[in-house]
């Protein structure tokens, strides 16, 4: 009888491409991981501005004449929004990975995310104190 | 059982996602500026410029392009997984080599200011 | 006492007569304050003796219950009938194979769990009349989360990597590693190393967290896998580039 109770296990077989599909915990993930194109695109844009600027002035104004387009603005508004849900994502997975034990408690996780903004604003307001 | 050599991937993926998080929506609104013909003063050429040819700005702008290429092409490697493409060797290849063209080039353009 | 009659469908999967797993679907006259698990054994006492299904403690003790309510990995004694709608779907565990009914073959899991080595390996072989392994409330209450696993399996069942790539370790064997890795009596990181910091180990987490968000006891195996990552990263990291920092 041993033999007869696991003869023949069923296995349900899962979907390889759409796992994720009508799962809204998996399409927040699915949504995160995204962010990465708009970020790889992204250096690569940088990395054209860095070469118009290696390129002399007359090189860099043509880069900035390509980007104030519509396209460009397309580009960067998109952007935008992937990195900022990346920035969202990413710290509040924080206290998860990097738990802080003051003596016997934990740090609340609230309290780490918390900080984390307070470095993303401080970092933001010198950039733009800086930059405009 | 052999000990992975991820690691070396996944700590810049985790060094690129930590600084991206802190510095690109900025870095972001800024080249938006710029595409609406309101260019901030650090996207004009002489802003840059002077802070390219500086060692210290040098270092800033390959630290932050270099993470940021690692962090998303490894990221890049998982989603493909995500989506089903099993082809892990010829992906991984494939955005690590985009991400060591992205570095060198950095490195190269850096220099050349 | 107010009454409420539920249609109960119920995955059934037969080994010896059936191809594939269907549905049937019992009404069952469920009380307020009964548990899905309290309608599966009405239906096993009153109107079907041939349904299969796991279960011991009725009190989220034991981890035998564990099976998918409407699509989402729970524990059968601790999903109230008060939360769910008229019609409850009960299924087996997402992810294993189905050995019959509601009951799902677990060996995967339970060699994986052997795999790590989960108890404890002391630094240092000490006599019996050496006295006790001492520890401090905060050395304690730094793994505490990670003693409350079950090993019910519902997080196995809510992982998608797991059920993409069956080789993984998954996510309560990673944390229970993890678990006796941060106890200050244990010396046996390095063993367990070997075998979590492989690619079927921890590098196959891409960090979903949906093994936190369904653990019925509260603990964050996510969480450990990112801590064994950092911790195997930085191992990594002094291994190739600092050889000569010895451990």
Redesign the interface.
């Known amino acids: 009888m041993g033999e007869e109770m696991s003869s023949k296990p069923y296995i349900r077989e899962i979907s390889k491409t759409n796992w994720f599909y009508g799962q809204p915990r998996y399409m927040r993930y699915m949504a995160r991981e995204v962010t990465c194109i708009f970020i790889f695109a992204y250096t690569f844009l940088l990395i054209w501005a860095l070469r118009a600027l290696a390129n002399g002035p007359e090189a860099y104004q043509a880069f900035l004449a390509a980007l104030n387009s519509p396209l460009g603005i397309l580009f960067n508004l998109a952007v935008l929004v992937g990195v900022v849900y990346h920035s969202i994502s990413w710290f509040s997975l924080t206290p998860q990975a990097m738990p802080l034990q003051r003596g016997e408690e934990f740090v609340p996780g609230n309290l780490i995310i918390g900080a984390h903004y307070g470095g993303w604003a401080v970092v933001s307001l010198i950039v733009l104190f800086l930059g405009v | 059982m052999a000990k992975s050599n991820k690691p070396i991937v996944w700590g810049l993926f985790a060094a690129g996602g930590t600084i991206t998080a802190f510095l690109l929506p900025v870095v972001v609104l800024l080249t938006l500026f710029a595409a609406l013909g309101m260019t901030p003063d650090l996207f004009t050429y002489e802003y840059l410029h002077a802070f390219a040819a500086n060692w210290l700005g040098k270092l800033v702008i390959f630290g932050v392009i270099f993470l940021s290429l690692w962090h998303a092409a490894h990221r890049l490697r998982i989603t493909m997984h995500d989506f089903g493409l099993r082809q892990d060797l010829w992906i991984a290849t494939t955005v690590y080599v985009l991400a060591a063209l992205g570095t060198i080039m950095t490195f190269f353009y850096l220099l050349r200011i | 006492m107010s009454e409420r009659q539920i249609q109960l469908e119920v995955l059934r ?1 037969n ?2 007569t ?1 191809s ?2 269907r549905l049937q679907t019992y009404s069952v006259p469920c009380l307020n304050e009964w548990v899905v698990l309290d309608a599966l054994n009405y239906v096993k006492d009153n109107l079907d003796t041939t349904l299969s299904y796991r279960w011991s403690c009725h009190m989220a003790v034991c981890g035998s219950c564990g099976m998918m309510i409407n699509g989402e990995p729970k524990l059968a004694c601790k999903a109230f009938i008060r939360e769910y709608a008229d019609q409850i779907r009960v299924e087996p565990l ?2 294993f ?4 009914d509601l009951v799902t ?1 677990v060996e995967d899991f339970i060699a994986k769990l052997a795999s790590v080595k989960p108890y404890l390996i002391p630094k240092e072989d000490k006599p019996i009349e050496a006295g006790e392994f001492k520890q401090t ?2 050395e304690l ?2 793994y505490k989360q990670y003693t409350l696993c079950i090993n019910c399996m519902l997080c196995y069942a ?1 992982c ?1 990597q797991y ?2 790539v069956p080789e993984f370790l998954g996510p309560a064997a990673i944390a229970l590693a993890h678990r006796y890795n941060q106890d200050s009596r244990d010396g046996g990181r390095d063993q367990r ?3 979590i ?5 921890v ?1 196959e987490c ?5 093994c ?2 369904v653990c019925p006891k509260h603990v ?1 195996p ?2 450990a896998l ?2 064994v ?2 911790a ?2 930085i ?3 002094k291994e190739h580039l600092m050889p000569w920092v010895k451990k």
């Open positions: 999967y080994p010896e059936d594939e797993p997402a992810n194979p189905i050995e019959r073959a409330p905060t209450k730094k809510a998608p059920g993409l190393q070997e075998v910091a492989s690619h079927e180990g590098w891409s960090f979903v967290g949906a936190s968000e964050d996510a969480g990112q801590q990552k950092i195997s990263t191992d990594w990291y």
